[in-house]
């Protein structure tokens, strides 16, 4: 088990946005955190990466508990995360966010700025162009290239998909499922469907900071009421 999650809770102020959250992710899986917007998707992957604290609960990673623990301890021990902001430097290039990223994690590993290149071409195409000055679509390249020069053992990605038009998502579905192929953990936050019904294996649905429902990607699919009441915009 390369992450297991047991009943989380998690709150901002006096409000109680995860209840007894429990997922687990498989070391080499990819798994997806499903729900509309505001059912506490994003609070249960920053409670993983230590950047909100849960209250209650336990956060093993590779059998560590990892529950109060500062954001950048879970990274230096393997844990590489892509905010929904993406929180790329604006005034550096496209080569100093990806180089910045591997020197401040300290791991060498598969992942050099050659294969992040490979794998996102355009990314080469402006090694030298700001971050500014990326459309949307290549900063979340760019984000999920970062993510990668850590060379973590598990990758957080939330919301991959949002904002892209169609194109880029399929493009953006075949790359996911390169990095699954090199052996990689995903956990990723997302509310389409069809996109995580090409990468991922199982799936959990949040409602109201809770899991209501866990299945096979497959089985989730095929389930068009479970669609439908949780899902369905």
């Not at 109680?16 to 990819?30: N, W």
Request: net charge neutral.
């Amino acid at each position: 088990m390369m992450l297991q999650v047991e009943t989380m809770n998690t709150f901002y102020g006096k409000s109680h946005i995860l209840q007894d959250v429990s997922f687990s992710v498989d070391k080499g899986e990819v798994v997806a955190l499903l729900g509309r917007n505001g059912v506490g998707k994003t609070t249960s992957l920053r409670s993983v990466m230590g950047l909100t604290t849960p209250r209650s609960g336990t956060i093993r990673f590779k059998g560590v508990d990892m529950r109060g623990k500062p954001a950048y301890a879970i990274s230096k021990a393997g844990m590489a995360y892509m905010p929904d902001d993406l929180r790329i430097f604006p005034d550096l290039t496209c080569e100093e966010n990806l180089e910045i990223a591997r020197r401040l994690s300290g791991r060498d590993g598969h992942w050099t700025r050659e294969r992040v290149e490979a794998l996102f071409p355009v990314l080469g195409e402006r090694r030298k162009q700001l971050g500014i000055l990326l459309s949307g679509g290549e900063k979340k390249m760019l984000g999920m290239g970062r993510a990668l020069m850590a060379n973590p053992d598990m990758v957080l990605l939330d919301e991959p998909s949002e904002g892209l038009a169609p194109l880029i998502v399929d493009n953006l579905a075949r790359v996911i499922e390169e990095i699954r192929d090199t052996g990689m953990t995903i956990l990723l936050a997302d509310q389409n469907l069809k996109f995580c019904r090409r990468v991922c294996a199982r799936g959990y649905i949040l409602e109201k900071g809770c899991i209501v429902h866990t299945d096979s990607i497959a089985a989730i699919w095929d389930n068009e009421s479970i669609i439908k009441q949780y899902l369905a915009l």
